[in-house]
Structure formats: structure tokens, C-alpha cells
T-cell receptor, first 110, second 116 residues
Framework: TQLLEQSPQFLSIQEGENLTVYCNSS?????LQWYRQEPGEGPVLLVT?????EVKKLKRLTFQFGDARKDSSLHITAAQPGDTGLYLC??????????FGTGTSLTVIP | EAQVTQNPRYLITVTGKKLTVTCSQN?????MSWYRQDPGLGLRQIYY???????DKGDVPEGYKVSRKEKRNFPLILESPSPNQTSLYFC???????????????FGEGSRLTVL
């Protein structure tokens, strides 16, 4: 059983559409991060959120940390082919283990 | 250029033949970690190290060993590989460790291992 469950697992949309990816857990996290991974490469950090209810924007990407710090969402506005990739949420708890979500594979069709 | 380097990038081996995947970082990071990535399971942590000579188990340590004799290197050792260890492996490092807010993980490019 994964500590962090992401939905949907796969998402294929047309260029210009909006989408939301969810990252859910029954556990509380001290901080939560989102990474993007492209084929043949390692994940790259997009954002870190540390406060319950926090919202961060990165151009067309909006990240939110749940009030209870158990979940997070990633919203992309007007998706572009360059947004294609695997999106991974990751949460830190006590100790030095970092738990990754199950991943959401996004394909944006031109 | 700041980077995490893994070798080999691709490896096909047979059951029981010991192998080592090397990982080196040039950022003077204290924290290093190994993950395996399998479809539908995301990244699962195998081992991590907070500093030289300090290592600890992650979620899936069975069948793996690590060592941290130098700050820059963190090799992953499979003493007797089995087919269920076929996976994509990533090494990562971080300056402040994941306890600190903003502890960004820097990943290598991955090592794809197939055990026949």
C-alpha cells in the first residue's frame, strides 16, 4: 500500500485544456513537493509547499496543500505539449524518509 | 556542472551475479538516497544516508546493501540479484536533507537493471 495515492494514473488531453492532478494520503506531512519526470531522466523539483492551505503558482501551474496537510493538488491551465511527463508528489514526515506518490502520466496532444 | 552521476545506465545480468551501481555527486551534499521506480508504484526508497558512515533502511531494503565511505559516493550493491529486482533505479542527493523545508532532491538519470 502506497502512502501517497495519485489520481488519475494516466491523463491524455488536448492542448489548451485544463487539468487537475490529485495527491491524497491518510497521513499528515510536514511538507509536500511536486516533481516532473521526462522519459530517460530523473525527476526535477517543481515546487515545495509547507503550510496547510498554502497555494503556490508557477506560471500556468497552481499547487495547493490541503488544510490538514494530508493532500495536495496540481492544476495546469491551458496545457501545452511541453507539459507532457510524469508528475510525482512527494511528502516528508518525521525521520528522513521521503515518500513518493504513485505518479500521474500526462500526455498533451498538439 | 552540478550533477548526480550513476553508472551503468543500462545493465542486463543473471540471477545471483553480484553487481554494483555507482552514484556520485559533486554538490557536497550530505544526504544521499536510492530509489527504485516500478510502473504504478512511483518511487520507493531503498536506503538513504545522512552523512559519511551513516546509512539507514528505506521502505524496500531487502536484497540491497549500501555504503557511504566518502561524502560524494553512495554505491548500491546487489549481492545476489533476483528477477524481482528488475527495475529502474535512481540515486538522489540533497543539501539539507528532507527534514528541512525546501530539501530539494537532485536525481541522477537512472540505471535500468534487468535480471534474467
Amino acid at each position: 500500500t502506497q502512502l501517497l495515492e495519485q489520481s488519475p494514473q494516466f491523463l491524455s488531453i488536448q492542448e489548451g485544456e485544463n487539468l487537475t492532478v490529485y495527491c491524497n494520503s491518510s497521513s499528515v506531512f510536514s511538507s509536500l513537493q511536486w516533481y516532473r519526470q521526462e522519459p530517460g531522466e530523473g525527476p526535477v523539483l517543481l515546487v515545495t509547499v509547507v503550510t496547510g492551505g498554502e497555494v503556490k503558482k508557477l506560471k500556468r501551474l497552481t499547487f495547493q496543500f490541503g488544510d490538514a496537510r494530508k493532500d495536495s493538488s496540481l492544476h495546469i491551465t491551458a496545457a501545452q505539449p511541453g507539459d507532457t511527463g510524469l508528475y510525482l508528489c512527494a511528502g516528508a514526515r518525521t525521520g528522513n524518509q521521503f515518500y513518493f506518490g504513485t505518479g500521474t502520466s500526462l500526455t498533451v496532444i498538439p | 556542472e552540478a550533477q548526480v552521476t550513476q553508472n551503468p545506465r543500462y545493465l542486463i545480468t543473471v540471477t545471483g551475479k553480484k553487481l554494483t551501481v555507482t552514484c556520485s555527486q559533486n554538490m557536497n551534499h550530505e544526504y544521499m538516497s536510492w530509489y527504485r521506480q516500478d510502473p504504478g508504484l512511483g518511487l520507493r526508497q531503498i536506503y538513504y544516508s545522512m552523512n559519511v558512515e551513516v546509512t539507514d533502511k528505506g521502505d524496500v531494503p531487502e536484497g540491497y546493501k549500501v555504503s557511504r565511505k566518502e561524502k560524494r559516493n553512495f554505491p548500491l550493491i546487489l549481492e545476489s540479484p533476483s528477477p524481482n529486482q528488475t527495475s529502474l533505479y535512481f540515486c538522489a542527493s540533497s543539501y539539507r536533507g528532507v527534514l528541512s523545508f525546501g530539501g530539494e532532491l537532485f536525481f541522477g538519470e537512472g540505471s535500468r537493471l534487468t535480471v534474467l
